[in-house]
């Protein structure tokens, strides 16, 4: 790391009352939470997908007018609710 980074970093960590090291810390933290979750969130989207390809694959699935006729239903209560409030 250049110096004027490791500078400048630490005289910010310094206005925050922290030093360079208490922020590393927490940022590194930080980073671990993000890619965690972020792999949690991978694996749930794709058992989803595997779930919807499997269930495709068993026929298990909505004919085109099945789904209008759901979101026809969906936009007329979604209207109705515009309209009462």
Known sequence: VDEALKTDFATAAKARD???AQLLRDFMRSFVQQQTQAAEHDAWFRE???TGIDAANAGDVLSTDEVEAEAQAWRAEMRRKMAAS
């Open 18 to 20: 922290r030093t360079g």
């Open 48 to 50: 989803q997908v595997q």
